[in-house]
């Protein structure tokens, strides 16, 4: 048995054979060239059937992983009939008289050699998209297969890495789960593995030996072991820990239209954090509650000009449509900061997460904040809508922004355009400073949503973005928890509602602790919801929530 | 001939995904298109030669058209880069 170590980038365990991916390697022989026409032919024929290759390609990861993975084969297709590509090969054949072969393989060292050397890493990379449609090319030229798997059984497929082109067309019913040398958690693999829901382990280095070809390996996505030849008990621990998984994943399923209410009745809302309009499928398939954050901003971020108010509003209307009832909370627009779109054309700053973000140039530009919000009123007719504001400090902002929404009801009234008189109006707390003054923030609106990332960066003062930070940038500490307790008090105590839309939501550690609290709604990503649910249904608070709440008041390290 | 010249506002400047929009858009007209930046200047159909200008955001290029149909094909490519760089 040898145990050798990666890194585990998508979860599950995998038993069966170590396959490794074959490459059309085919080595090419130098020829000298009589009949240049017929060679040229023949140069012609394989780059006609290699566009072709591509196109299907193109079809098929349109279908798979939509436009943007399609378009890299596109761009393939452009490439293989390159002007001074094919001006290149075609010196080659009918000057130097040499095969074709010869001329795509030479052809391609020279361009991908000239992208290496740009000063550019994006465009060095594109250096692998030439040799990529050159050995496609030759491939085809050498009438090699282009790298299935030659096995009747479903195998574990090793590689040192795979190229987008690769994983789309392997045959996905063959495979068990991938171990690479190479890659990163953000490699093709590593996502198409995470679509497929197999495992995938990456970055085995040198210790993925051909030579372990063959035999029965087992690989734990979540560890990132790679075990080969493993011994009875090695396996029978494994096939344990996968069945404790599927299992796991079973019971979740059952959760399906449960309530999340504890063992002693206390119920709590689990919402859904969303993207996108695509997104609303995800929160159905794991039965979200709602949607506690659609974040508005990728309609700025996908468009190069602002969004009109019509492409706005049936981005929105197709969610609560979709949602059909359950409640909807958009966001207004929060770019700045970590999110800068040019047609904004906002000025540079020392401190952009202190500067010019969300609501602040939402009310710094009446006419782009009225634009969303007649969007977000006209779509509130076919729904059950919540609007929310972003990177609130004072109440001022409140009412200005409240005023504006009064202002396009008014209009739409006027012109006799539908929308809902429910719409509720809530603000994220994500500042020190809306924590704070939450008792007067309370009595200007309908709820309040905390955004941990944002309040744990301002509040611990650290930034977000900076991974050297480590232990100081810590979303538990008791000062961070402490503000939401605050929030609560205050929110309850005005008869409104708290919810929690950051990344602390979705954290099993902290769930008794937000329920102690009494926060009313978790808003987290999809595939965490049931996860969640479960924690939510396994606990008993009768005895716990006075506990945690002394705790918090006394220090950090008793919090349970 | 029909000649502009524009600033690159794409953040990622004139990469492999909008250097393949700016072929296949030149390859609708039958006029000669070219970009040209510190001198060197590239017909748009010429995807890899495109992409090796190695053109950034906020950088300028000078674009030109020149054949029978630059009157149709000029605005258009003038607002195809409006529109996609």
Redesign the interface.
Known sequence: MITIQGKGVSTGIGMGPLYFYRRASAEIKLRVIEDVEAEWQRFKDAQATAIEQLGELAEKAREEAGDDAA?LF??HQ??AE????EESIEGIIKEEKLNAEIAVSRTSDQ?AE??AT???S??QA?AA??KDVSSRIIAILCGAQQGGIASDVPVLLAADDLAPSETIQLDKSKILGFVTSYGSGSSHTAILARTMGIPAIVGMGDSLKMEYEGRQVIVDGSTGAVVIDPDEETRARMIAKREEQLAFQKMLETLKGQENVTKDGKKIRVYCNIGSPEDVHAVLTNDGDGIGLFRSEFLYLNS?TYPTEDEQFEAYKAVLSDMDGREVIIRTCDIGADKQI??FELPKEENPAMGMRALRISLSRMDFFRTQLRALYRASAYGKLGIMFPMVTSVWEVREAKKLCESVKAELRAEGVPYSEHVEIGIMIETPAAAVMSDRLAREVDFFSCGTNDLTQYTLACDRQNNDLGRFYDPHHPAVLRLIKMVVDNAHKNGIWVGICGELGADLDLTETFLAIGVDELSVSPRAVLPLRNAIRNTDMSEKTEKILDALMDDHTHLV | MYQFSYTI????GI???PA?LL??EGKKYKSAITVEKNGTEV?V?????L??L?V?CGETVNVKIEGEDEAVAGPAMEAFFN??L
């Open positions: 378009f596109e761009t452009m490439m390159d002007m001074d590509y361009f000239m992208f740009m000063d550019d994006y465009m594109r998209d030439v190069k040019d047609y | 506002k794409d953040p990622v990469h492999a995904r393949g072929s296949k017909n159909l010429k995807l890899m030669a992409m090796k190695g950034k529109a996609n």
